[in-house]
């Protein structure tokens, strides 16, 4: 059974730093591109951050880059967003995704809230 856990998320101020964590299992980890979306309240999905498979090439929005980083630990079968210089517009819901050869698997998302 393939499942995506995410965790880390929570109420932070502005200027605040969180780390999630995404926990993956039911499938072959080191074959999967692995991403991060955000939906924030009224907004559509979005595409955050990706960490592809071998090289660990990485890919950033325009609005987290040099804020965020993704990383990812092939032998725990872990991917993390390392957030930074955290902004109100970055309350949103966060999702883990997992992508290959025509697969697509999703989180159930962590909510991050920014905010004084």
């Known amino acids: 059974q393939v499942q995506l856990v995410e965790s880390g998320g929570g109420l932070v101020q502005p200027g605040g730093s969180l780390r999630l964590s995404c926990a993956a299992s039911g499938f072959t980890f080191t074959l999967y591109a692995m991403s991060w979306y955000r939906q924030a309240p009224g907004k559509e999905r979005e595409l955050v951050a990706v960490?592809?498979?071998?090289?660990?090439?990485?890919t950033y929005s325009d609005s987290v880059k040099g804020r965020f980083t993704i990383s990812r630990d092939n032998a725990e079968n872990t991917v993390y967003l390392q957030m930074n210089s955290l902004k109100p517009e970055d309350t949103a819901v966060y999702y883990c995704?997992?992508?290959?050869?025509?697969?697509?698997?999703w989180g159930k998302g962590t909510l991050v809230t920014v905010s004084s």
């Open positions: 995704n997992a992508r290959w050869a025509g697969m697509n698997y």
């Open positions: 960490i592809t498979i071998v090289r660990g090439n990485t």
